[in-house]
């Protein structure tokens, strides 16, 4: 089974509404960490946030994490078309260096 | 000024032939991997090296050799290829192998064995 489960699969928003995407692992983490992927792209890094930290904000990414649920959730507020793509969250496991563990992504639709 | 660069971008080839990717980082970046993206999207580490020296290996079959001539490149050798092998090959670098170091995507290699 995989370390890191999103949900929803797919999410399709208008343009200036907020868009939540969640990410559930399975072991004890060192980090969290998301990426954007465009179409036909190779990952972009958004955000990182520790095992230590609650919530993480920049720009209009508010990212949370809940370790006692194992959970994470990605807020892009005010979304933009240029918004669409695929987000994935990474886990990096404790004593696990900087191996990631990628979740299976949100596909996530902005439309005008 | 591309930061991680692969190549080629696409390659199709026949099932049982051999082939290479190359993939070059011109950050500086002491550590490098390789991921593999199946057709549902799920991304997963196959190998990363530090300072050429390789530091994860992930059950990838043997068909697969890492090769890594120097800090800034890493190519990725397949052997006898099988149908399976088709996916999206994408080379990544960071700083280090230190948690938390952020890992900088190339634009991936498209594998397609007829």
């Known amino acids: 089974s995989q370390q890191g489960e999103e949900d929803p699969q797919a999410l399709s928003i208008q343009e200036g509404e907020n868009a939540t995407m969640n990410c559930s692992y399975k072991?004890?983490?060192?980090?969290l960490q998301w990426y954007r992927q465009n179409s036909g792209r190779g990952l972009v890094h958004l955000i990182l946030?520790?095992?230590?930290?609650r919530e993480k904000h920049s720009g209009r990414l508010r990212v949370t994490l809940d370790t006692s649920k194992k959970s994470s959730s990605l807020l892009i507020t005010a979304s933009r078309a240029a918004d669409t793509a695929s987000y994935f969250c990474?886990?990096?496991?404790?004593?696990?260096?900087?191996?990631?563990?990628f979740g299976t992504g949100t596909q996530l639709k902005v439309e005008l | 000024d591309t930061a991680v660069s692969q190549t080629p971008k696409y390659l199709v080839t026949q099932m049982g032939n051999d082939k290479s990717i190359k993939c070059e980082q011109n950050?500086?970046?002491?550590?490098m991997y390789w991921y593999k993206q199946d057709s549902k999207k799920f991304l997963k580490i196959m190998f990363s090296?530090?300072?050429?020296?390789?530091?994860i290996n992930e059950t990838v079959p043997n068909r697969f050799s890492p090769k890594s001539p120097d800090k800034a490149h890493l190519n990725l050798h397949i052997n006898s290829l099988e149908l399976g092998d088709s996916a999206v090959y994408f080379c990544?670098?960071?700083?280090?192998?230190?948690?938390?170091?952020?890992?900088?995507f190339g634009p991936g290699t498209r594998l397609l064995v007829l």
């Open positions: 990474a886990t990096g496991l404790t004593g696990g260096g900087n191996k990631l563990t």
């Open positions: 990544a670098s960071s700083r280090s192998v230190a948690a938390e170091e952020t890992q900088y």
């Open positions: 946030i520790r095992s230590n930290e």
């Open positions: 950050l500086g970046h002491d550590t």
């Open positions: 072991t004890s983490i060192n980090n």
């Open positions: 090296y530090n300072n050429k020296e390789l530091i």
